[in-house]
């Protein structure tokens, strides 16, 4: 079966640094998402992404974080300027159709130090 | 906003037997869907069973299936058989299919610990 793929597994980066999160989803899909994970917390929503452009965003998604698809194979999330709280699993996602299953990657663990 | 609860932190079960894992939601959609999630220590989230709400029809899939209640939003996940590798956590999400909302915009329950005994 596809699989979305994600790099790093794991980033360990100083408070204040930037640091981008990358994705590759399957390749013929066209929604793109990012959830987080703290731990021994909820799954949340952080954002999802069709056609090039962001389609919804939670309150969580601040102007600290950002998403692109800069070559039509990877997907990215960026946080400009990371907090101690950005600590979490971040998982990327994506499906073919509105309506279809999502595939979800592995996660990437971000840890800010 | 939807919110999505389960209630039971952990649950345990004999190899070969069935367990029930709860979930309860709250919504003032009519038109939404409903999933189970299996998540493994290998951290990635894979999907167990999906219910659509306008189906009254439980969703099965091999030796999953829940049970969909709409009215008392309830929406319960039974593992019959279970075996050592459906040890994980799993967690109940909710999706609106309402127009013009990204269905991939999932809300998650706080997740349940499911231990296999052998």
């Known amino acids: 079966e596809p699989e979305v793929t994600q790099t790093p597994s794991h980033q360990v980066t100083q408070m204040g640094q930037e640091v981008i999160l990358r994705c590759v989803p399957i390749s013929n899909h066209l929604y793109f998402y990012w959830y987080r994970q703290i731990l021994g917390q909820k799954v949340e929503f952080l954002v999802s992404f069709y056609n090039n452009e962001i389609s919804e965003k939670s309150e969580i998604f601040d102007d600290q974080f950002s998403v692109e698809r800069p070559d039509g194979s990877n997907f990215t999330l960026k946080i400009r300027s990371t907090k101690l709280e950005d600590s979490a699993m971040y998982f990327c996602?994506?499906?073919?159709?509105?309506?279809?299953?999502?595939?979800f990657g592995s996660g990437t663990q971000l840890s800010v130090l | 906003a939807q919110t999505v609860t389960q209630s039971q932190p952990e649950m345990s079960v004999q190899e070969a037997e069935t367990v029930t894992l709860s979930c309860t939601y709250d919504t003032s959609e009519s038109d939404y869907y409903l999933f189970w999630y299996k998540q493994p220590p290998s951290r990635q989230m894979i999907l167990v069973i999906r219910q659509e709400a306008y189906k009254q029809q439980n969703a099965t899939e091999n030796r999953f299936s829940v049970n969909f209640q709409k009215a008392a939003k309830s929406f319960s996940l039974k593992i019959s058989d279970s075996q050592l590798g459906d040890a994980a956590m799993y967690f109940c999400a909710y999706s609106s299919n309402a127009g013009g909302t990204s269905y991939g915009k999932l809300t998650f329950g706080q997740g349940t610990i499911l231990t296999v005994h052998p």
């Open positions: 996602a994506s499906s073919l159709r509105r309506g279809e299953k999502l595939f």
